[in-house]
T-cell receptor, first 115, second 110 residues
């Protein structure tokens, strides 16, 4: 079944460490996104990519970077993690048609704790 | 810039009671509005979109441009409706970048 897979699902790290969250998809979608979910704040867009050569900042990109290694892979990096980056991170995908209709397909989430 | 507000962080109703999850938005142009739902231990998924004018799992939502609202309603709540609900907006002109509200955690009690 076509899917969106995130690794790791849970990670605890220390302040200052570099962390990478990975997302891969078998849906064949061109568009990929990274969102962050915080209680009371909802989901906020960190970065998005409409194809392999296209990377765009979202509303809260400071402190994060991304890499679109292939159509199916989109990684999120925290170069030097800080405690307020503790959150649940979601990867999502959409195809061109979904880009028009608004349907995103989400991964299961990666829970990151920065001590 | 667009903004989506869900004023109720928590909402609790009894089974069989009507439920309304509020969503207000601000956007100067023509938006598309959506409701996404996240059931316990499941992925966030699309519930319905205003443009389709559909009823999904008994839920409906009407876009009220005058009041800039897109409230989600169900006449008789069921226990399986307990979930986190997110309202989302997508400007017609900006591709597929969704802006989400803060979310409302709905609990339907037996």
């Amino acid at each position: 079944d076509a899917d969106v897979t995130q690794t790791p699902r849970n990670r605890i790290t220390k302040t200052g460490k570099r962390i990478m969250l990975e997302c891969s998809q078998t849906k064949g979608h061109d568009r990929m996104y990274w969102y962050r979910q915080d209680p009371g704040l909802g989901l906020r867009l960190i970065y998005y990519s409409f194809d392999v050569k296209d990377i765009n900042k979202g509303e809260i990109s400071d402190g994060y970077s991304v890499s679109r290694q292939a159509q199916a892979k989109f990684s999120l990096s925290l170069e030097s993690a800080i405690p307020n980056q503790t959150a649940l991170y979601f990867c999502a995908t959409s195809d061109l048609q979904g880009g028009s209709t608004g349907e995103l397909f989400f991964g299961e989430g990666s829970r990151l704790t920065v001590l | 810039a667009q903004r989506v507000t869900q004023p109720e962080k928590l909402l609790s109703v009894f089974k069989g009671a009507p439920v309304e999850l509020k969503c207000n938005y601000s956007y100067s142009g023509s938006p598309e509005l959506f409701w996404y739902v996240q059931y316990s231990r499941q992925r966030l998924q699309l519930l319905l979109r205003h443009i389709s004018r559909e009823s999904i799992k008994g839920f409906t939502a009407d876009l009220n441009k005058g009041e800039t609202s897109f409230h989600l309603k169900k006449p008789f709540a069921q226990e399986e409706d307990s979930a986190m609900y997110y309202c989302a907006l997508k400007p017609l002109t900006s591709g597929s970048r969704l802006t989400f509200g803060e979310g409302t955690q709905l609990t339907v009690n037996p």
